[in-house]
């Protein structure tokens, strides 16, 4: 049986997202990529649906007073929340870019596309596991939001949703994220998929009101190999998707300076992430996709 | 070939065609999409278009094709060394010396004739040339039955007879006439000027100095100055009579400030010397006061004293009136009229040499009429049978006549002397007539201003005959003064009167400008005038009349007998006194040199080298058809240009072809 699953598990790791882009039904690539990571993975005290008393914490601005219990309270005189195993992870919130830029892709996969299954093995990882999911697709502005919910039309809702989506117009974190924060005011996980192409520091006024909310946030950003390694012969009039502005750069300057740019870039992200509290995790288009989703589950299981 | 040829060399603007076919082939950057530009660097070099020839060789070809074609159609002449190439043509050579008066300074005429001979020691076999006087006239010297020879004595003849004259040469005039010159042959010509080049020769235009040819021959003219010192050179430039002093003039030119002096003769005989001082090319006057001359024409000579540049121009002449202003008969009724007031006040205070004799009709002997050179009328209606024969005869006879018409003229049915037919008067008291046409042709009217301020209240309707001249008209067409000829004598009928009671005319300012021009021109003087220049044609005869003879300087009778009576004109050669006797008059009349002769100073480096330069280009006058050969020294191109053309499109055909299949292979 060990054997089978480890076989298995090698047949899932083997499949590479050229592949899975190639299965029209985001449902089935959501369900494939999901049971392919889960494979394999000892049951985990961090998973499972349950009533089973979990820990008492004290009661912050923002809990629900329905939680508080009332015999400590009357018994200490102080608020504290009683937590349940269950409660710990039903609410995921899923924020997809689905800007102009993120229609690249150096190869058969764009990274909108591995956005898209990215999104789907997200919402169908949280409801396998009967937690509350929710979307908000944005380029510039809110252009799909669905509140989280764990009913069970949720899920077809969501992949119809980001199935739907073709990434168009420019990346504006900030009145995405305000809408976000007028909408969901109780806490959970916020996955946001993004390329990330903005001012560090504007991202991180955008997280850190999240932060602040109590929100837990991971940052996955998506990039092509091509954006990690650029490799050209000749001279290139590279356009901006989003802008559309044109420069005419070196075979030299891109294949050296222009990637200590991108680490630099994506260190200064990442040190932003840092300072707002939230996760950082740079998701390679060229790689399966169960490794994000392991990342995933592991920064799940850090924020219980 | 055309002019307009070398315009086909814009042809090679097409040469801009292939390269940019050929450059067609571009090659920009790649273009590419990429997700952000924000972490590009826009340092790096900015959009370009980089593009590249390709077929060279194809593009060669093309090229040679297009610029070869336009130079064909352009028709190139390859100008080849003298004696390389073709066969050089026989050539007539034209040698044209100065011989106006300033050649007459020192050395000046005989470096002239070493430089004509040396270019006839330079002239080639089968080579003809003529020798050409250039000075007032142009004149050919007789070398050969058609002014041109290939006999190099007889050439030499010629040249060595040649000398300095009197007149001024104008270049214009001498380039101007190469090419009739030339004749009628084909040769190609090479006109030589050998001359001075003195600056005041220059005509105002400078195409002028141009050779053309009526006959698209190519004509070359060179240019010989003559290397010779510019000396100081003063002039008389005027004899004039002030009062009863004469006035000469002194006018020096390259000439440092001095003292000249003047010897004055009248008819002959010394009257005395003065000196003045004179400035660097500056003028004196020299005063001769109390000079006696005689009644009528006196001879006055003034000489200048010591040696200059130039001493053709040391001597002047001129004729001067002596004993006041000649009586003119005005017969009238009344000595004490109007009229005569009239014409008397206008002949004085003009600067006409007569003055009016008013006499009366009655008391006037016609045997006397002989004595005068003209005389007025005031009254045609005043004169009897008598004196009208007797004034008709004289008119006939070579006698000038006024006749105008008064009160007593109203009616007459035909006018005395001249018999014209007189229709009636007209009256325009209330509504006076104005001028309506004037003759200004005429040399009696050609200065006179003013016409249209005269109003006409009467004047005699005059039918004018056929032969008449109706000088002036009034408004309604009415002949108001005419000109007859009567034999050879002038006669001018003004059909109005000369006092103010039927028009306004003698109170019109033009009426003494009228009178005073009205008296030259019946006193015959404007036929000859009393100066002129060396080398002017002296106009002689009016039409059939007796011419009379021409006496020159040196006493010589200029005309043969049959040309006393059809001589139009006489050329002024020399200068000094030229006698000139009709059958009614003796003119006198003083010929000098022309003052711009005088100035010795030749043209300006600069100003030649233009001159040069002008004349080789105006060489590229296109020759005529079929005398290609005959320009001897150009070799046409055009058709070995085709020939390279036919080369070139082969040549580009093959080439294009072998690219052809070479890409198709590739693509194969």
Same mark, same amino acid.
């Given at each position: 049986?060990?054997?089978?699953?480890?076989?298995?598990?090698?047949?899932?790791?083997?499949?590479?997202?050229?592949?899975?882009?190639?299965?029209?039904?985001?449902?089935?690539?959501?369900?494939?990529?999901?049971?392919?990571?889960?494979?394999?993975?000892?049951?985990?005290?961090?998973?499972?649906?349950?009533?089973?008393?979990?820990?008492?914490?004290?009661?912050?601005?923002?809990?629900?007073?329905?939680?508080?219990?009332?015999? /400590?309270?009357? !018994?200490?005189?102080?608020?504290? *929340?009683?937590? #349940?195993?269950? %409660?710990?992870?039903?609410? &995921?919130?899923?924020?997809?870019?689905?800007?102009?830029?993120?229609?690249?892709?150096?190869?058969?996969?764009?990274?909108?596309?591995?956005?898209?299954?990215?999104?789907?093995?997200?919402?169908?990882?949280?409801?396998?596991?009967?937690?509350?999911?929710?979307?908000?697709?944005?380029?510039?502005?809110?252009?799909?939001?669905?509140?989280?919910?764990?009913?069970?039309?949720?899920?077809?809702?969501?992949?119809?949703?980001?199935?739907?989506?073709?990434?168009?117009?420019?990346?504006?974190?900030?009145?995405?994220?305000?809408?976000?924060?007028?909408? /969901?005011?109780? !806490?959970?996980?916020?996955?946001? *998929?993004?390329? #990330?192409?903005? %001012?560090?520091?504007?991202? &991180?006024?955008?997280?850190?009101?999240?932060?602040?909310?109590?929100?837990?946030?991971?940052?996955?950003?998506?990039?092509?190999?091509?954006?990690?390694?650029?490799?050209?012969?000749?001279?290139?009039?590279?356009?901006?998707?989003?802008?559309?502005?044109?420069?005419?750069?070196?075979?030299?300057?891109?294949?050296?300076?222009?990637?200590?740019?991108?680490?630099?870039?994506?260190?200064?992200?990442?040190?932003?992430?840092?300072?707002?509290?939230?996760?950082?995790?740079?998701?390679?288009?060229?790689?399966?996709?169960?490794?994000?989703?392991?990342?995933?589950?592991?920064?799940?299981?850090?924020?219980? | 070939?055309?002019?307009?040829?070398?315009?086909?060399?814009?042809?090679?603007?097409?040469?801009?065609?292939?390269?940019?076919?050929?450059?067609?082939?571009?090659?920009?950057?790649?273009?590419?999409?990429?997700?952000?530009?924000?972490?590009?660097?826009?340092?790096?070099?900015?959009?370009?278009?980089?593009?590249?020839?390709?077929?060279?060789?194809?593009?060669?070809?093309?090229?040679?094709?297009?610029?070869?074609?336009?130079?064909?159609?352009?028709?190139?002449?390859?100008?080849?060394?003298?004696?390389?190439?073709?066969?050089?043509?026989?050539?007539?050579?034209?040698?044209?010396?100065?011989?106006?008066?300033?050649?007459?300074?020192?050395?000046?005429?005989?470096?002239?004739?070493?430089?004509?001979?040396?270019?006839?020691?330079?002239?080639?076999?089968?080579?003809?040339?003529?020798?050409?006087?250039?000075?007032?006239?142009?004149?050919?010297?007789?070398?050969?039955?058609?002014?041109?020879?290939?006999?190099?004595?007889?050439?030499?003849?010629?040249?060595?007879?040649?000398?300095?004259?009197?007149?001024?040469?104008?270049?214009?005039?001498?380039?101007?006439?190469?090419?009739?010159?030339?004749?009628?042959?084909?040769?190609?010509?090479?006109?030589?000027?050998?001359?001075?080049?003195?600056?005041?020769?220059?005509?105002?235009?400078?195409?002028?100095?141009?050779?053309?040819?009526?006959?698209?021959?190519?004509?070359?003219?060179?240019?010989?100055?003559?290397?010779?010192?510019?000396?100081?050179?003063?002039?008389?430039?005027?004899?004039?009579?002030?009062?009863?002093?004469?006035?000469?003039?002194?006018?020096?030119?390259?000439?440092?400030?001095?003292?000249?002096?003047?010897?004055?003769?009248?008819?002959?005989?010394?009257?005395?010397?003065?000196?003045?001082?004179?400035?660097?090319?500056?003028?004196?006057?020299?005063?001769?006061?109390?000079?006696?001359?005689?009644?009528?024409?006196?001879?006055?000579?003034?000489?200048?004293?010591?040696?200059?540049?130039?001493?053709?121009?040391?001597?002047?002449?001129?004729?001067?009136?002596?004993?006041?202003?000649?009586?003119?008969?005005?017969?009238?009724?009344?000595?004490?009229?109007?009229?005569?007031?009239?014409?008397?006040?206008?002949?004085?205070?003009?600067?006409?040499?007569?003055?009016?004799?008013?006499?009366?009709?009655?008391?006037?002997?016609?045997?006397?009429?002989?004595?005068?050179?003209?005389?007025?009328?005031?009254?045609?209606?005043?004169?009897?049978?008598?004196?009208?024969?007797?004034?008709?005869?004289?008119?006939?006879?070579?006698?000038?006549?006024?006749?105008?018409?008064?009160?007593?003229?109203?009616?007459?049915?035909?006018?005395?002397?001249?018999?014209?037919?007189?229709?009636?008067?007209?009256?325009?008291?209330?509504?006076?007539?104005?001028?309506?046409?004037?003759?200004?042709?005429?040399?009696?009217?050609?200065?006179?201003?003013?016409?249209?301020?005269?109003?006409?209240?009467?004047?005699?309707?005059?039918?004018?005959?056929?032969?008449?001249?109706?000088?002036?008209?009034?408004?309604?067409?009415?002949?108001?003064?005419?000109?007859?000829?009567?034999?050879?004598?002038?006669?001018?009928?003004?059909?109005?009167?000369?006092?103010?009671?039927?028009?306004?005319?003698?109170?019109?300012?033009?009426?003494?400008?009228?009178?005073?021009?009205?008296?030259?021109?019946?006193?015959?003087?404007?036929?000859?005038?009393?100066?002129?220049?060396?080398?002017?044609?002296?106009?002689?005869?009016?039409?059939?009349?007796?011419?009379?003879?021409?006496?020159?300087?040196?006493?010589?009778?200029?005309?043969?007998?049959?040309?006393?009576?059809?001589?139009?004109?006489?050329?002024?050669?020399?200068?000094?006194?030229?006698?000139?006797?009709?059958?009614?008059?003796?003119?006198?009349?003083?010929?000098?040199?022309?003052?711009?002769?005088?100035?010795?100073?030749?043209?300006?480096?600069?100003?030649?080298?233009?001159?040069?330069?002008?004349?080789?280009?105006?060489?590229?006058?296109?020759?005529?058809?079929?005398?290609?050969?005959?320009?001897?020294?150009?070799?046409?191109?055009?058709?070995?240009?085709?020939?390279?053309?036919?080369?070139?499109?082969?040549?580009?055909?093959?080439?294009?072809?072998?690219?052809?299949?070479?890409?198709?292979?590739?693509?194969?």
């Amino acid at each position: 049986m060990a054997s089978s699953a480890a076989r298995h598990d090698v047949y899932n790791r083997l499949i590479k997202p050229e592949v899975l882009a190639g299965l029209a039904n985001l449902d089935l690539i959501a369900r494939t990529v999901v049971e392919g990571a889960l494979i394999g993975l000892h049951r985990s005290p961090f998973f499972g649906f349950s009533q089973e008393f979990a820990e008492y914490r004290a009661y912050v601005e923002g809990d629900d007073p329905r939680f508080i219990d009332w015999n /400590v309270y009357a !018994r200490t005189d102080r608020t504290y *929340i009683k937590r #349940f195993l269950g %409660d710990t992870n039903s609410h &995921l919130m899923v924020l997809l870019d689905a800007s102009g830029s993120m229609a690249f892709g150096s190869g058969a996969v764009t990274k909108f596309r591995y956005a898209q299954m990215l999104a789907a093995s997200l919402a169908y990882l949280a409801t396998r596991q009967h937690d509350a999911i929710g979307t908000l697709i944005f380029d510039e502005a809110v252009r799909d939001y669905r509140a989280p919910s764990s009913r069970s039309g949720q899920l077809p809702a969501i992949l119809h949703s980001l199935d739907a989506v073709v990434p168009a117009r420019r990346t504006d974190l900030g009145k995405p994220f305000e809408r976000f924060r007028e909408h /969901v005011s109780r !806490r959970g996980l916020v996955a946001v *998929i993004s390329d #990330f192409y903005c %001012d560090p520091d504007a991202m &991180l006024a955008s997280v850190q009101p999240l932060a602040y909310q109590g929100q837990d946030v991971v940052l996955m950003q998506v990039l092509d190999p091509f954006e990690l390694q650029p490799r050209i012969n000749d001279a290139t009039l590279f356009e901006d998707m989003e802008t559309g502005e044109a420069i005419e750069v070196s075979p030299d300057f891109m294949q050296r300076e222009y990637p200590e740019r991108v680490r630099a870039h994506v260190a200064a992200l990442r040190v932003a992430a840092a300072r707002a509290g939230a996760d950082h995790i740079v998701l390679d288009t060229s790689k399966p996709l169960d490794e994000p989703l392991r990342q995933y589950l592991l920064f799940r299981g850090r924020r219980r | 070939m055309s002019l307009l040829a070398p315009l086909f060399l814009l042809g090679l603007l097409t040469l801009g065609l292939p390269l940019w076919l050929h450059r067609l082939q571009t090659q920009n950057p790649k273009r590419q999409m990429i997700s952000s530009a924000m972490l590009l660097d826009r340092s790096e070099r900015r959009l370009h278009v980089q593009k590249r020839l390709r077929f060279l060789l194809l593009l060669a070809l093309r090229l040679a094709l297009l610029a070869v074609a336009a130079f064909a159609f352009a028709q190139p002449l390859w100008r080849l060394a003298a004696g390389a190439g073709l066969q050089r043509s026989a050539r007539q050579h034209l040698i044209i010396v100065d011989t106006s008066l300033s050649m007459g300074a020192a050395g000046r005429m005989e470096a002239a004739r070493a430089e004509a001979l040396r270019v006839i020691d330079e002239m080639q076999s089968g080579d003809r040339a003529q020798i050409v006087a250039a000075g007032s006239t142009i004149e050919r010297q007789a070398t050969g039955a058609d002014g041109a020879s290939g006999d190099q004595s007889a050439l030499r003849r010629a040249v060595s007879q040649l000398r300095a004259g009197n007149g001024r040469l104008e270049y214009a005039l001498a380039v101007g006439a190469i090419d009739s010159l030339a004749g009628a042959g084909d040769l190609p010509v090479v006109a030589h000027l050998i001359s001075d080049f003195q600056s005041s020769g220059l005509s105002a235009r400078f195409a002028d100095l141009l050779p053309r040819s009526e006959r698209a021959r190519r004509i070359e003219l060179q240019l010989h100055p003559i290397a010779a010192p510019v000396a100081a050179n003063w002039a008389v430039t005027g004899i004039r009579q002030s009062g009863n002093a004469v006035d000469v003039t002194v006018r020096g030119h390259g000439a440092p400030a001095g003292t000249v002096s003047v010897k004055l003769e009248v008819n002959g005989s010394a009257r005395g010397e003065q000196r003045a001082p004179i400035t660097a090319d500056g003028e004196a006057t020299l005063r001769f006061a109390d000079v006696a001359l005689n009644v009528g024409d006196n001879r006055v000579v003034a000489r200048l004293g010591g040696t200059d540049g130039l001493a053709g121009d040391d001597t002047g002449y001129a004729v001067l009136q002596g004993g006041g202003p000649q009586a003119v008969p005005l017969l009238t009724t009344d000595p004490g009229s109007g009229a005569a007031t009239f014409i008397s006040a206008a002949l004085n205070v003009s600067a006409a040499r007569f003055r009016a004799a008013p006499t009366r009709l009655t008391g006037f002997d016609a045997r006397t009429l002989e004595r005068y050179r003209w005389l007025l009328v005031d009254d045609a209606g005043a004169v009897d049978a008598t004196l009208a024969a007797a004034l008709r005869s004289y008119v006939q006879s070579g006698g000038a006549l006024l006749l105008a018409t008064g009160t007593r003229a109203a009616g007459l049915q035909t006018l005395p002397v001249s018999g014209e037919a007189v229709r009636g008067v007209t009256v325009r008291t209330a509504d006076p007539l104005s001028i309506g046409r004037v003759d200004g042709s005429h040399p009696l009217l050609v200065n006179t201003r003013g016409w249209q301020n005269v109003a006409i209240a009467r004047m005699l309707k005059v039918t004018p005959g056929s032969e008449d001249r109706v000088l002036m008209a009034t408004e309604d067409g009415e002949a108001l003064l005419i000109e007859q000829r009567l034999g050879s004598g002038r006669l001018l009928l003004l059909n109005t009167s000369l006092d103010n009671t039927w028009n306004d005319l003698p109170v019109a300012p033009v009426f003494v400008s009228f009178m005073a021009e009205a008296a030259r021109w019946l006193a015959g003087e404007e036929a000859y005038g009393s100066r002129q220049l060396a080398g002017a044609v002296l106009p002689l005869a009016q039409a059939g009349a007796t011419v009379g003879q021409v006496i020159d300087p040196e006493g010589h009778e200029m005309l043969s007998l049959a040309g006393t009576r059809n001589a139009q004109s006489v050329r002024l050669a020399s200068t000094g006194f030229y006698q000139v006797v009709t059958p009614v008059r003796e003119a006198l009349v003083a010929v000098n040199v022309d003052p711009r002769e005088s100035d010795l100073t030749p043209l300006d480096a600069a100003t030649l080298q233009s001159w040069r330069t002008a004349t080789e280009a105006a060489e590229t006058v296109a020759p005529a058809p079929g005398s290609v050969q005959a320009a001897g020294n150009a070799l046409p191109l055009a058709r070995w240009l085709l020939a390279l053309l036919a080369l070139v499109v082969i040549a580009e055909s093959l080439a294009g072809n072998w690219l052809l299949r070479r890409s198709t292979k590739v693509l194969s």
